[in-house]
């Protein structure tokens, strides 16, 4: 990496971090949700000749799903990150290396999903938000399967923030529909943040081929 993407790089890290600082402090409640991802989105395009198209879609697309919770909308909120996920997987999935060992870890999402919506669906009443969360189950337990099977350098942290995207969805459903979660927004919004700048900071350190 030049002394130029090393600038870059660290201009984008201290400018989310700020944004995700601010939205924590003063703007937790409000449409600023959505501007550390639509950030990322931006900075990853500029970058999308090195790192591709599919990141940045994927940031954008979240982005409209946090404006779409920030009002309320969970219908939309459910179908922008199904949308935004389907965008990591078509970046995930031709890094992907099928061995014995990675398929059997490409099960585990899928069990866990299924376990989750055994508990889940029996809290649920509304046959719309039924099918909604059960599709994007499926949808982002097939996205932690597809980053389990990288083939790529820092497999581990596309990994790490998979599954911190999935933690942080989990625990949405579970204090809307289970059981109230103490500081459930605390531990939502950290590890979502963290999640997406870990993709967008993989998404920054890809060279060009």
């Known amino acids: 990496m030049n002394t130029s993407s ?4 660290y201009e984008v890290i201290g400018v989310f971090f700020i944004l995700t600082l ?3 402090i003063a703007e937790h409640s409000s449409w600023f949700i959505a ?11 500029a970058h999308s000749r090195q790192g591709g198209w599919a990141i940045p879609a994927a940031l954008f697309l979240s982005s409209i799903g946090d404006y779409q919770g920030s009002e309320h909308n969970f219908i939309l909120q459910v179908l922008f990150f199904a949308l935004a996920h389907i965008c990591y997987i078509i970046d995930f999935l031709p890094k992907r290396k099928l061995s014995k060992g990675n398929k059997i870890l490409a099960c585990v999402p899928f069990i866990y999903a299924v376990a989750f919506l055994a508990l889940l669906t029996s809290h649920m009443t ?7 969360v059960i599709i994007y189950a499926m949808i ?8 389990l099977v990288l083939e790529i350098k820092h497999k581990g942290w596309y990994v790490v923030a998979a599954l911190l995207f999935i933690f942080s969805d989990s625990v949405i459903v579970y ?7 103490p500081n459930a927004s605390l531990w939502i919004m950290t590890t979502y943040y ?13 060279r060009q081929k």
């Open 6 to 9: 090393k600038l870059y790089f």
């Open 22 to 24: 601010y939205y924590f």
């Open 35 to 45: 501007m550390p991802a639509l950030f990322l989105g931006l900075a990853t395009l």
């Open 126 to 132: 509304h046959a719309i938000e039924i099918a909604a």
């Open 140 to 147: 982002i337990a097939t996205m932690g399967a597809s980053a």
């Open 175 to 181: 204090n809307k529909y289970i059981e109230h979660i």
């Open 194 to 206: 963290a999640a997406q700048g870990l993709f967008a900071t993989l998404c920054l350190l890809r």
